[in-house]
């Protein structure tokens, strides 16, 4: 979902979000909205300043008069809404979507780089996930270490897609793309060739500080000292798109 | 107190680096209180060799890696109250687990064989045999409380063992996490 173009002049709506009566911009999504107003909602694809994926499914919340869950991220606010953004039931969604994510590839936090520092990592102590319920897929994915600043490692990555959007749509490089479906989909620089012989990278380094976890890290780090600092995504976003 | 109103603690290691049991020992002062509090019957700290028939709280470092290590998982799920996972290896199966990768026989070779240069051959006597798939301990008995880390702080697992003792399930995600 592309980035909507702010409106000059727009309406605004009320709605109830955890029993607050809120104001929005009509033009505002459900998880803007939340932020806005301090109240928690767990993400790892969704990420200030890129394109709405809606892939995760963590930011999912509880809409009065609808059976479907909808999805914060991807669902614009409108007047009367009624939200629940913390039931028990979107607790052990959530904490067993995070499960999913650990048992398909291998992220052993314990020696990774980003240790200390991963969203992901945060996300399952956030959601209680103290084990994995479900057995671990125990899967082979490589990594590619070809590139001389960065490397790639996909059993860390959970296919957040924020590496090909930010490359897209700030960078404007599109080097990174997703290639195969199911436990097979992985992220690709150019035409599914190494790292390091893409034509199209500028080694520009945002694919790797927007990146949840340790899955794209810079060369000659060591566990846990991959800090990643994205400062900078609101500021460029907001002079890719004015306002 | 007397003896017999104190909580028995069973405590062993599996497939683990036994850093866990150092960040134990790692309460330090603390483990002068625990003693008034529970008596640690079988475990590597003590001398006990066997496990007795009943324990209240079981611990178990490390992942399910060989036959002794499984073995060792069902004496423990059978003879205690409360089973404890102490640790990732224990959790999720952790470095011990990244094998899983690769064929039983290629790890074993890399081991034993294609790194050695004097006499290599792998051993088979008084060694468990190597399960082809290290799983983590809930992987195969069924387990209480789990308590994430690499390793767990000592604080962690003095919060864990103070609830344990008052009664109460405790909440190990308030106070660690995996890779911690």
């Known amino acids: 979902m592309p980035l909507p173009a702010k409106q000059p002049n727009v309406r605004v709506v009320t709605l109830n979000i955890d029993g607050r009566d809120l104001s929005a911009r009509e033009d505002e999504t459900i998880i803007e909205v939340c932020r806005e107003n301090q109240i928690p909602i767990p993400s790892l694809c969704y990420l200030e300043g890129l394109s709405v994926w809606g892939a995760c499914r963590l930011c999912l919340v509880e809409l009065a008069g609808q059976g479907r869950l909808l999805a914060a991220c991807s669902t614009r606010v409108a007047e009367g809404m009624q939200i629940q953004t913390n039931t028990e039931r979107l607790q052990r969604y959530r904490r067993t979507i995070v499960e999913l994510l650990f048992a398909e590839r291998n992220h052993v936090c314990s020696v990774c780089v980003s240790n200390g520092h991963c969203e992901l990592q945060h996300m399952a102590q956030k959601c209680g996930v103290d084990h994995v319920r479900v057995p671990y897929r125990q899967a082979s994915y490589p990594v590619d270490s070809s590139h001389e600043m960065f490397r790639l490692d996909h059993d860390r990555c959970i296919l957040c897609t924020r590496c090909v959007r930010v490359c897209d749509e700030i960078e404007g490089a599109h080097t990174w793309d997703v290639m195969g479906r199911g436990s097979d989909c992985r992220v690709i620089t150019d035409m599914a060739q190494p790292w390091g012989e893409s034509d199209t990278c500028t080694s520009c380094g945002k694919c790797v500080q927007v990146c949840p976890t340790g899955a794209l890290v810079k060369q000659g780090t060591s566990v846990g000292e991959m800090v990643k600092d994205q400062h900078f995504l609101p500021i460029l976003a907001r002079r890719r798109h004015p306002q | ?180």
């Open chain 2, 1 to 180: 107190m007397s003896a017999t109103s104190k909580i028995t603690v069973a405590t062993t290691w599996l497939d683990g680096c036994s850093g866990c049991h150092m960040s134990f020992l790692d309460m330090d002062e603390r483990l002068i209180e625990l003693v008034q509090q529970v008596d640690i019957v079988y475990s590597p700290l003590v001398d006990t060799k066997t496990l007795p028939e009943q324990v209240d709280v079981g611990i178990l470092e490390g992942s399910i890696s060989s036959e002794d290590d499984l073995e060792k998982a069902r004496d423990f799920r059978k003879h205690c109250k409360i089973l404890v996972s102490l640790g990732d290896c224990a959790v999720n199966g952790n470095v011990p687990a990244m094998r899983n990768h690769f064929k039983l026989a290629d790890v074993v070779d890399r081991a034993y064989r294609d790194t050695v240069t004097v006499q290599p051959q792998t051993p088979t006597q008084g060694v468990p045999a190597l399960l082809s798939v290290v799983k983590p301990i809930h992987g195969v008995v069924g387990v209480d409380v789990f308590v994430p880390g690499c390793p767990p702080s000592a604080d962690a697992i003095w919060y864990v063992l103070r609830e344990l003792i008052a009664g109460r399930v405790p909440d190990p995600s308030a106070v660690t996490r995996f890779g911690a």
